[in-house]
């Protein structure tokens, strides 16, 4: 057992003993979930099941760049099994169904109880924990210690209760699929390492983190990899998230070598002395870090592999690709505040991309047919929404964001896990094909999904930002900030590119408007085409359609909840509606300083009606956009996928995503084979290595022995001349000396 | 012959004979015939013979008329003779042209070599004055000085030279014997 | 004189060297060694001038040697003779691997 080998707080361990002390076990259950769940696993399982490709449904694969999204679909009902799809469910899933979920809520209420011990406390350190030595050469010496701060406990209770809720749902999707234990041990490693991720002391063991989800999601999103294009998948998101990785680790370094330490207090100390504001070493490690952000949390350039890892689970999806793992960036800028608000620059690049990222990804959301391709732009979008609240300084919008964002967006995509759930039930009972993701085969479902259509529409207005709904509050936060920050701030005083800094905030503010805009129109239409309007799902079908059962539906209603009054964890100073800017002050220890220090000194405010116009302006945005979307959609001119005709125009454009995977594989993916195989397989390994140094050293050997043959011809004749020789080369040898 | 009384005669002789000696060696090494060969060969060690006794060595100087002229090169003749070589051969017994010229250029990089080597100074101290060996031939005759050397200093050396002789006589009879019987 | 005798005690030297290396009649070849051997006598006589008796004193042994020397040799050559009926050189290559 791993007992702490020394515990430090200030304040926090003077409240003794309970539940922070158990800390380590935290992130030990889901390790201990995966142990159990990964040995089931390797007992025999019944192999046949929607794994195997020859029962699942033609859908096109298209070009190998568009993974097919397709490939999600969980089995037909339980034990209803006909003679195509026999009972698939693994003879150890009532075990694994327990031990999954149980321990992420073991972990849960853990982490409560920690929370509530150290809000007690009143503490302002952080309280960390070190358990061993990890590494300790030369001058590097990196600790395994855990660290709870008011920043990591929010952290902390979104993975660990958001993961909760999933798993539970996970326990009715994934039920007869013959991979059950598998899928747990993953998603339980999963939440290990985000734990390890979210809690980690040093810069170290955050990447050990990052490195373990990224690994999770690639399993994860090959799930069912006996199909190709899953298997690319799950091969592209982890190699585009190397890409990032790379700069996370060039930051890692460039910050040893210069401050000589990786430790999150020690680097806050030793940066805040001895940076310069504006410095070309803290704004390079800043950039690196951001790089290792884009790749992790999807930003541009590095935000292809997430709508393809949809080719996952549902669950998955929502889990890993909306609820925690693409935070991780957010939370590292967050965690990395010294260094950034040392960092004009470097905020400001994080700042554009992340409004440019929002608007990109809303204006591909807006012409996707893939129920769960829409969610993942609008993922992508809400990201970068988060950036630009982190990259102005404006910690609290966008940790607030990070954690609303979780609610709705999970509920959003468990929501349509249940619709692909029902979809595919009706097709599997009339052995159909058909596409259960495409909303072309939906319509009008609101009549046989009552709650789920209710549950979505709550997440759909939250997302929009419609009051009182908690993505209001989190977005008008950040667009808030945006703008304050534009008329005061290092960020404004600072040059982008040869932009003036106010001019570049200013024009990410109306961005993030157009983006709001954006993300009201799709998620409406979404909406409209999936629950409303007529249904086109086919005659047979229509019978078979149900709500999903209570354990999926459960955790969509406290999602649902949550996404209602979320938003009362940081209501603004203009509507006190009950006690404001909670989320604020909890976080002001951790980032306060660094926010100030971007604002010049001076908690940064707006005249009231300043206020009240830009909510107005924001709220009348997404309104607007949701009655646009109402009043112009036809959901009755749609037709089934399958007689649906190609796009064309623009519409063709942005239904294929600007062409951007395209482009990446021109300008790298091919390049990048053509040098593997011609230079450096072709030319250095079978030339160089085989060809001149393994054969040429063998011919090299041969001549010279065939050299030394010559010599020894067995006549007198030829030793007399060599003997000379000798002479002569020993003489001249004496000579020249 | 001390040099000091007949500076010239010494001098002309010294080089007369060393230039017979050059070409005689010359000649032998390109004759065809080994007869001629050794024959030209037995004409150097004269003139070498001549040389040994302008530098104050007579007694080497007789020593090699008697030994190497006399003796060497008689066996030298000898077996020739009792090979039956002595017409010059059918097969070719010189290298082709080219072999010659490389082995010419190797031994002029040779004589460069050992030019080089020649040009060093002998220090004073360690020199003798001139006229030394003049003047003990003067005194003590041409075989006293080296006698008392032989059988002194390298005593030792004497002794294993007999033992030497010894062996090379056994050796070259057992070599040459015909062993009919032992096939 | 040191020098001259040097001076034709090199070129005696570097003649011999030329001759074992351009002839393949075995009986020249030795006879070409010895000329090589007087080259060197001559060489030690000369310096017997400046350095003492000790170099005629190696002259005596030097040809001493040669004597024994040649005796064994040309018995060797002898018996190669009686085997291979040829001094040619080039021939007599039993070592040749």
Known sequence: ?737 | MPQGDLPLFYTFHFYLFGIIAVVSALLFVTRRSPVAAALWLVNTMFCLAALYVLLDAHFIGAIQVLVYAGAIMVVFLFVIMLLNLGHPSEVADQRGLGWKVTAGFVGLALLAEIFTLTRVRIPDRLALPPGTMADEVARGGAIAPLARSLFTEHLLAFELTSILLLTAIVGAVVLARRNSDAG | MLAESLFFSAVLFVIGVVGVLTRRNAIIIFMCVELMLNAVNLAFIAFAQVHGIAGQVFVFFVMTVAAAEAAVGLAIIIALFRHKQTVNLDNINLLKG
Not at chain 1, 54 to 70: I, L, N, P, R, V
Not at chain 1, 325 to 353: D, E, K, N, Q, W
Not at chain 1, 398 to 409: C, P, Q, S
Not at chain 1, 614 to 633: D, E, N, Q, S, T
Request: proline share 5%.
């Open chain 1, 1 to 737: 057992m791993l007992l702490p080998l020394a515990q430090e707080s200030h304040a926090a361990a003077a409240a003794g003993g309970g539940a922070m002390e158990w800390l380590w076990l935290v992130p030990l259950l889901p390790l201990l979930g995966f142990v159990v769940n990964g040995l089931l696993s390797l007992t025999s399982a019944v192999t046949l099941g929607p794994s195997d490709p020859s029962a699942a449904h033609g859908a096109g694969h298209g070009t190998g760049h568009e993974a097919a999204a397709h490939s999600d679909h969980p089995p037909s009902g339980g034990a209803h099994g006909d003679d195509h799809h026999p009972v698939a469910r693994h003879r150890w899933a009532g075990l694994v169904s327990f031990v999954g979920p149980a321990v992420l809520l073991l972990s849960f209420l853990l982490s409560v109880a920690i929370w509530l011990q150290y809000r007690a406390s009143g503490a302002h350190d952080p309280f960390v924990q070190r358990y061993f030595t990890w590494m300790l050469t030369g001058t590097l010496g990196i600790e395994a210690a855990l660290m709870i701060d008011q920043l990591s406990l929010i952290m902390l209770l979104v993975v660990t209760g958001v993961g909760t809720l999933i798993h539970v749902f996970s326990v009715g999707y994934m039920r007869d699929d013959p991979g059950y234990p598998r899928y747990f041990a993953y998603l339980n490693l999963f939440v290990f390492f985000m734990l390890l991720l979210v809690l980690g002391a040093n810069y170290p063991l955050l990447f050990v983190g990052w490195e373990g989800v990224g690994l999770c999601s690639y399993l994860l999103i090959g799930f069912w990899f006996s199909e190709k294009a899953n298997a690319d998948a799950g091969k592209k998101a982890f190699i585009v998230n190397r890409i990032g990785d790379f700069g996370f680790l060039v930051a890692m370094f460039l910050l040893f070598a210069n401050y000589g330490s990786l430790d999150f207090q020690v680097l806050e100390a030793s940066v805040g002395s001895q940076a310069v504001l504006g410095g070309a070493l803290v704004t390079t490690i800043c950039l690196f870090l951001f790089l290792g952000c884009t790749g992790k949390s999807a930003q541009i350039p590095l935000y292809t592999w997430l709508p393809d890892a949809m080719a996952g689970p549902t669950p998955v999806s929502a889990l890993i690709h909306a609820a925690t793992m693409v935070t991780a960036g957010v939370y590292l800028i967050a965690r990395s505040h010294f260094l950034f608000a040392l960092a004009p620059v470097a905020s400001l690049t994080v700042v554009v991309i992340g409004a440019l990222t929002a608007v990109f990804a809303a204006t591909i959301g807006l012409k996707q047919w893939d129920i769960k391709k829409v969610l993942a732009y609008s993922t992508v979008s809400q990201l970068g929404y988060m950036f630009v609240g982190v990259g102005a300084g404006a910690y609290t919008a966008g940790v607030f964001h990070l954690v609303t964002h979780a609610f709705f967006k999970a509920l959003l995509f468990l929501g349509s896990g249940s619709v692909i759930f029902a979809m595919h039930r009706a097709y599997h009972a009339t052995h159909s094909h058909e596409d259960a993701q495409d909303m072309r085969n939906m319509g009008g479902l609101r009549k046989y999904m009552p709650w789920t259509w209710a549950l979505m529409w709550i997440a759909t207005l939250a997302i929009a930002g419609v009051p009182p709904f908690a993505g209001f509050f989190s977005k008008d936060e950040i667009l808030a900030s945006v703008f304050m920050r534009a008329q005061e701030s290092t960020l404004a005083d600072a040059r982008w590119l040869g932009i003036p800094g106010d001019i570049v905030l200013y024009s990410c503010y109306v961005l993030g408007l157009a983006a709001a805009l954006m993300t009201a129109i799709y998620m409406t239409r979404m909406m409209i085409y999936t629950f409303h309007g007529p249904n086109r799902t086919g005659e047979t079908e229509r019978s078979h359609l149900a709500e999903a059962p209570w354990v999926m539906t459960a955790p969509l209603v406290v999602l649902g909840v949550a996404s209602a009054v979320g938003g009362w964890l940081n209501l603004p100073k203009f509507l006190p509606l009950g006690p404001t800017e909670t989320l604020h002050h909890w976080l002001e220890p951790v980032n306060g300083g660094s926010a100030l220090d971007i604002t010049k000194g001076s908690e940064p405010a707006l005249a009231h009606s300043v206020e009240y116009t830009m909510v107005g302006a924001a709220v009348a945005i997404a309104i607007f956009g949701i009655l646009f979307a109402w009043r112009r959609l036809r959901p009755e001119r749609l037709v089934p996928k399958a007689e649906a005709r190609p796009e064309e125009g623009f519409e063709r454009v942005l239904a294929n995503k600007y062409y951007v995977d395209e482009l990446y594989d021109r300008t790298v993916v091919r390049p990048t084979y053509a040098t593997s195989r011609n230079l450096l397989w072709r030319g250095i390994d079978v030339g160089l290595i085989d060809g001149l140094m393994v054969n040429g050293s063998a011919w090299v050997a041969r001549g010279a022995g065939w050299l030394g043959s010559a010599l020894q011809t067995g006549r007198t004749g030829t030793y007399a001349w060599v003997l000379v020789l000798g002479v002569l080369a020993v003489v001249g040898a004496v000579t020249l000396r």
